[in-house]
């Protein structure tokens, strides 16, 4: 695994978007997983403008969704369907025609868990998948103790998750679903690259247990170790636990630039 520690959010922001630039550059159809929350803006913002200033062929690329409410109408604004066109799909020049998701409000919830795996896996797998953390350590919708092995399924939320989500539906917990879908662990594992995105203080203990604890279902992130690449991207704040911070520092320091992340 791969630690960077960059400056602030925005730095992250560029530099995870010049990774994203560099995979479309050399695989132009790439199918990218894309994550929802505060966190990836910077690098959305950051890789539209360079889709604008036309260094970057959007033309071909594909998104691959993480995670959904289960419940929310496709068109409701806070459905992550609506989230990702509004903010990854529309500034990347990139039409719904190019985006797989699950379908949130299926009746068989089940059977659109399992489609959308296979989806997935028939588009030729995620060529780079984004993810944040939530504060206690959960990637997509897997809470914590969520297998280490697990598909895309049907999760209930923690209470916590709820509301911290509850920013997004006017402050209003009880407009914020209880049920989700997420990509299982074992799904997010078959990307080719991981890269997990954390800025701020109050994801430092989340990260220091996902770099440096064991790999352990309790924190879902952990799982990202058994990953053979995987980056975790984080800003000064989010480092401020990390006791090998220095050695992370001197190692992104002095890697060949060709290298990239
Ligand atoms: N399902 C999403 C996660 O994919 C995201 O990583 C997390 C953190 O969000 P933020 O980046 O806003 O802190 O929020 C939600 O729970």
């Not at 950051?46 to 995670?67: C, F, H, M, N, P």
């Amino acid at each position: 695994m791969e630690v960077v520690i960059v400056p602030d959010a925005a730095a992250g922001g560029e530099l995870v978007a010049n990774a994203l630039a560099r995979l479309v550059g050399h695989k132009p159809e790439a199918l990218l997983g894309v994550a929802t929350g505060s966190t990836p803006l910077p690098v959305y913002q950051a890789l539209g403008a360079k889709v604008r200033a036309g260094e970057v062929d959007t033309s071909r690329v594909r998104i691959a969704q993480l995670d959904e409410y289960v419940g929310l109408p496709a068109e409701h604004p806070e459905s992550y369907r609506s989230v990702l066109a509004r903010e990854v799909l529309k500034p990347l020049g990139i039409g719904m025609d190019a985006f797989m998701g699950p379908d949130g409000t299926a009746e068989d919830v089940q059977a659109a868990c399992e489609a959308y795996d296979a989806a997935l896996a028939a588009a030729g797998g995620v060529d780079l998948q984004l993810l944040g953390i939530g504060t206690d350590g959960h990637i997509g919708f897997n809470e914590p103790c969520s297998s280490l092995a697990s598909r895309t399924r049907i999760k209930t939320l923690t209470e916590q998750t709820r509301v911290d989500n509850a920013r997004f539906f006017d402050g209003d917990i009880a407009q914020v679903p209880h049920h989700v879908i997420t990509q299982g662990i074992g799904t997010i594992l078959e990307a080719r690259h991981l890269v997990l995105l954390a800025t701020g203080e109050g994801k430092a203990d989340a990260v220091a247990a996902t770099v440096e604890g064991p790999v352990a279902a309790v924190c879902p992130a952990s799982a990202l170790q058994l990953h053979p690449h995987a980056t975790v991207v984080v800003d000064e704040a989010a480092a401020s636990k990390l006791k090998l911070a220095d050695y992370f520092r001197h190692t992104f320091a002095h890697k060949p630039a060709w290298q990239g992340i």
